[in-house]
């Protein structure tokens, strides 16, 4: 998988995509991370990549001329690929999605800024879709666009160790629980800490035991506090 990220600041990018699992996958050649600065593509003297927005209001807009001419600069770009422009108004990124990501050659990561972007990116990028990292509203896209590089990566083959340990984890969607339910409790050494033991069940050794009640600490946990998930 080959990532773009264009960004206004490179370096709130770059150094998390050289640590843990998604520094190793970069090191195995299973992804690369570029990032792609549109100040570089500016065509003003003062490199001003926004201005006020037409019909008056509040902040700045970025332009859309350095964005449009920073994406047109990517060489060609590795196919299937997609366009994704980080915004709170974007589609809500899930594992589903993330999954169906992963099955693609290159993301192209446009991070919005200030209040947003002129809508023309869109009429001159193809492609483009809006993605959303949750109902809340960031000071800009770069930790969104990490968001999306870390959750699809972990479904690239080889990225995370054991396969299993991805389907496994909350959100992973089954045939009962379409939406996923939220992970059970992990325990590891030793067996009492500050005087909390280690539930009893996952000492006994019986596989379908301890499989029972992680599934019945999902459920819990999942109707506590994403009841929303349920079907
Ligand atoms: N930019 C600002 N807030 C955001 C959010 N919640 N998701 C994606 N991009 C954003």
């Not at 590795?78 to 809500?92: K, M, N």
């Not at 000071?139 to 080889?158: K, N, Q, Y």
């Not at 050794?205 to 009841?227: E, F, M, S, V």
Request: with cysteine; aromatic share 6%.
């Amino acid at each position: 998988m080959r990532y773009s990220v264009l960004t206004l600041f490179p370096d709130a990018v770059l150094p998390y995509t050289h640590t843990s699992i998604v520094g190793k996958a970069c090191d195995k050649g299973l992804i690369t991370v570029e990032a792609i600065n549109p100040r570089d593509f500016t065509a003003n003297k003062h490199r001003k990549v926004d201005d006020t927005p037409y019909g008056g209001g509040p902040g700045m807009v970025m332009a859309a001329q350095p964005l449009v001419d920073a994406y047109e600069s990517l060489l060609a770009l590795a196919e299937p690929s997609i366009t994704l422009l980080t915004s709170p108004g974007g589609r809500p990124l899930t594992d589903g999605w993330a999954r169906k990501l992963a099955s693609l050659q290159h993301i192209v990561i446009l991070c919005g800024h200030y209040e947003g972007m002129d809508a023309r990116v869109h009429d001159c990028i193809p492609n483009v879709h809006e993605v959303s990292i949750g109902d809340f509203v960031l000071t800009g896209g770069e930790l969104a666009a990490l968001c999306v590089i870390d959750a699809v990566s972990r479904f690239i083959p080889g990225v995370v160790q054991k396969t299993e340990s991805v389907d496994g984890d909350s959100h992973s969607a089954t045939d009962i629980y379409p939406k996923g339910l939220l992970e059970h409790p992990h325990y590891t050494r030793p067996e009492t800490f500050r005087g909390y033991p280690v539930p009893e069940v996952l000492l006994s050794g019986n596989h379908a035991a301890i499989a029972a009640w992680r599934h019945q600490q999902a459920l819990d946990k999942t109707r506590r506090i994403r009841p929303d998930l349920l079907p």
